[in-house]
């Protein structure tokens, strides 16, 4: 499978951090655009980091994450999610960075091997799967 490239052709670029359409009680969450590339089948891909979550987890002590380090976008379901650029130059906390270098190595090695998409869906429409998908009961 061809490797996706990085490209500047985009209106979307690394660094950005952006309000965007949430879901309630997650008001003030944001979403930084880490990392920006190109694939010939699925266009521009956006790699984004999300914070100001609260998605509930039982995985997690508290039962809730707040942050989710890497998901790859379609430019048209960001289209469909931002609303407005907050800042351009956003840097994520040292540790976050570290978790979303490594989750997207992971997500781009299963990429190339046919094994990883790009989210055609809202942010917020990810965020519901995401959540019912980790709360889902796996004796059902």
């Not at 790699?47 to 994450?65: A, D, M, T, W, Y």
Request: aromatic share 8%; with cysteine; hydrophobic share 30%.
């Amino acid at each position: 499978m061809t490797s996706p490239k990085d490209t500047n052709d985009s209106v979307y670029q690394p660094g950005q951090e952006w309000s965007y359409n949430t879901r309630e009680g997650e008001d003030d969450a944001t979403l930084i655009i880490c990392k920006v590339e190109s694939h010939p089948k699925t266009g521009n891909i956006i790699h984004v980091s999300l914070r100001g979550l609260n998605i509930r987890n039982p995985l997690q002590k508290s039962g809730f994450s707040d942050v989710i380090t890497h998901l790859p976008f379609t430019e048209e379901a960001i289209d469909k999610s931002v609303v407005k650029m907050l800042n351009k130059s956003a840097k994520l906390e040292e540790d976050v960075e570290d978790d979303f270098k490594q989750a997207y190595n992971d997500w781009r090695a299963a990429f190339e091997e046919g094994k990883a998409t790009v989210l055609g869906s809202s942010v917020v429409e990810t965020l519901d799967y995401i959540e019912s998908t980790i709360n889902s009961d796996p004796e059902v």
